[in-house]
């Protein structure tokens, strides 16, 4: 689809429609006040529903044109003070709702009590010194349970720690420069091939715990 460029009313429009969300001033869920948000599955219902709602709010046209580490910078959001919401953190966070909401509700149907148990596992430190050592520890729980729980439980969780790892500007890493939904392309694609039919919990919850700095 061919760009126009990120519009200033396309700018207000995804500012509006985040201020007239559940989202407005609050830190955005996944960066560290994520867990109360999948205690259970009607709250991640609840957060796909908010999802869908913000998707439609900011249509198509908007999305393809603004989805970019550049323009989503420039754009004002509301929130609470000292709150760690900025345009990088608001794109992550919507690509990583994008992710889980759609292409990663069926691998996670029959694998999240699998992932959510072996996602915990100690082996597997944190680190969040450098970038290095905040990606190995990804590719560690990623590793964990793609031994224990599958490929297609370990393609999703590979996929969704290499945006979680971009959240932190002090340690920026080459591939977080410019993010997008195409810093996943070419990882893994075992997450679209179960048949599963279930959305995420155990994973979302606990391997977020691990990757919060």
């Given amino acids: 689809m061919r760009t126009d460029g990120c519009k200033p009313e396309y700018s207000q429009l995804i500012s509006d429609c985040y201020d007239n969300s559940p989202f407005a001033l609050n830190d955005l869920p996944f960066r560290d006040n994520f867990p109360s ?43 609470e003070q000292n709150a760690e919401k900025n345009g990088k953190n608001a794109l992550i966070n ?5 992710y889980i909401c759609t292409e990663a509700v069926n691998v996670l149907r029959e694998q999240h009590i699998c992932i959510g148990i072996q996602g915990a596992d100690s082996s597997c430190t944190p680190d969040s010194s450098t970038c290095a050592s905040v990606q190995g520890h990804a590719a560690c729980v990623s590793n964990v349970i793609e ?36 810093i996943m392309n070419g990882l893994c694609d075992a997450d679209t091939k179960n048949n599963g039919n279930s959305l995420v919990l155990g994973f979302v919850l606990i391997t977020i715990l691990l990757l919060s700095f």
């Avoid at 919507?94 to 994008?98: A, E, G, T, V």
Wanted: aromatic content about 10%.
């Fill in 37 to 79: 948000f999948f205690v259970n599955l009607t709250d991640l219902n609840e957060i796909c529903d908010i999802r869908n709602q913000l998707n439609n709010c900011i249509g198509p046209v908007a999305k393809n044109n603004c989805m970019n580490v550049k323009d989503f910078e420039e754009i004002s959001f509301r929130k």
């Fill in 94 to 98: 919507f690509l990583q709702l994008d």
């Fill in 147 to 182: 031994q224990r729980c599958g490929p297609a439980a370990g393609c999703f969780a590979k996929k969704f720690t290499t945006l979680q790892v971009c959240y932190d500007a002090d340690r920026e890493c080459a591939n977080c420069y410019d993010i997008s939904k195409d």
